[in-house]
C-alpha cells in the first residue's frame, strides 16, 4: 500500500489583497452609475445672454456715482430632464474692475426647456470711483455709449425627477455690454460665459 499523500497548500487571501478587490469593484460600480445617469440625463450647458440695457440719471460728482442700471438677461435651461432652483441671485454691474452698483434677484425655479427672462435693476447710490474710473466714464458719458460687465452669482440647486442636488454655486459673466446713454432703436445681444 502507498502512502498518497497529497500536499496541497492553499493560500488565504491577504487583507489587504480583499481590499484592494473591494475598492476596485466599488469604483466600477460607480463610475459604471455616472456613465449610465450620465446618458440618461444628458446635461447640456445653460445659456444666458444679455438682451437688453439702458442707463437712466447717470450723474457724477465729486468722484462720486448716482445712476440708474436696467438689464433684461435671458436664461434658458436647454435640458429635457433637468429643472433649476435659483435660491439666491446676487448681481452687480462693473466698469473696469470696479464695481458701480449691486442688487438681488428674486429667487425662481426653472423648468426644464426654459426660457427665463430676468429684469435686473441696479441702483448707484453715491458710490465711490477712483479718480481714472471717474475720468473715464465721463469720457464715456460725452461719447453716447458705455462698455460694461454684468456678473451674476447664484447658488442653485439640479432637480432630476424626485432627486435635488446640493447646492452649486453659478457664476454668470456678461461683457462686454455696449449700452447708449440715450434709447438706441436697437440693442446688440451680449452672451455670457458661465462658470458652475
Known amino acids: 500500500m502507498a502512502n498518497t499523500t497529497q500536499l496541497t497548500t492553499r493560500q488565504k487571501p491577504s487583507l489587504l489583497r480583499i481590499l484592494a ?3 476596485l469593484t466599488l469604483i466600477v460600480l460607480v463610475g459604471l452609475a455616472v456613465l449610465i445617469f450620465w446618458l440618461i440625463v ?3 450647458r445653460l445659456v444666458y445672454s444679455v438682451e437688453d440695457g439702458s442707463i437712466r440719471n447717470f450723474n ?3 468722484d462720486h456715482l448716482d445712476s440708474y442700471f436696467e438689464f433684461t438677461i435671458r436664461a434658458y435651461n436647454p435640458n429635457k430632464r433637468v429643472s433649476i432652483y435659483y435660491d439666491s441671485i446676487e448681481s452687480r454691474v462693473d466698469y473696469d474692475d ?3 452698483a449691486y442688487n438681488v434677484v428674486q429667487p425662481f425655479h426653472q423648468p ?3 426660457v427665463t427672462r430676468l429684469d435686473v435693476k441696479l441702483r448707484a447710490r453715491s458710490t465711490a470711483l477712483l479718480n481714472a474710473v471717474s475720468k473715464d466714464l465721463r469720457l464715456e458719458r460725452s461719447s453716447g455709449k458705455i462698455e ?3 456678473v451674476l452669482k447664484a ?3 439640479f432637480k432630476v425627477g424626485a432627486w435635488k442636488s446640493t447646492h452649486r454655486t453659478l ?3 456678461c461683457s462686454p455690454i455696449l449700452v447708449h446713454f440715450s434709447k438706441p432703436k436697437s440693442f446688440e445681444r451680449t452672451y455670457c460665459d458661465v462658470e458652475l
Open 112 to 114: 426644464h426647456k426654459n
Open 21 to 23: 478587490i473591494v475598492l
Open 171 to 173: 457664476e454668470v459673466f
Open 42 to 44: 444628458k446635461p447640456k
Open 98 to 100: 470696479q464695481t458701480l
Open 148 to 150: 460694461l460687465s454684468v
Open 60 to 62: 457724477i460728482s465729486n
Open 155 to 157: 447658488r442653485i440647486r
